[in-house]
Nanobody, 112 residues
């Protein structure tokens, strides 16, 4: 089992920044962030593998940066130049073996 605890969501104006954090209860291979807006499917935002390889959704490239601190089992998502369309519940995800684990989600709201 892997428990994930997220923090850092909130309300911000368009063009602003937020930093999300997620602490995992143990080391995992892949850590990432997904988001789900009302009426839409959950989608990948960014993920990082333990070796350092990263993937980003096209919609956030150049604006969001994912990083991890393996010593702290923590993954971060730095979100800059936020847009109203970034408004969603953001979920931390961990992949360990063949199992996916999810955090409880944190709301990010970007006002125009």
């Amino acid at each position: 089992q892997v428990q994930l605890v997220e923090s850092g969501g909130g309300l911000v104006q368009a063009g602003g920044s937020l930093r999300l954090s997620c602490v995992a209860s143990r080391r995992t291979t892949t850590l990432g962030w997904y988001r789900q807006a009302p009426g839409k499917q959950r989608e990948l935002v960014a993920r990082i593998i333990s070796g350092g390889s990263m993937n980003y959704a096209d919609s956030v490239k150049g604006r969001f940066t994912i990083s991890r601190d393996n010593a702290k089992n923590t993954v971060y998502l730095q979100m800059n130049s936020l847009k109203p369309e970034d408004t969603a519940v953001y979920y931390c995800n961990a992949l360990s073996g063949f199992k996916n684990y999810w955090g409880q989600g944190t709301q990010v709201t970007v006002s125009s």
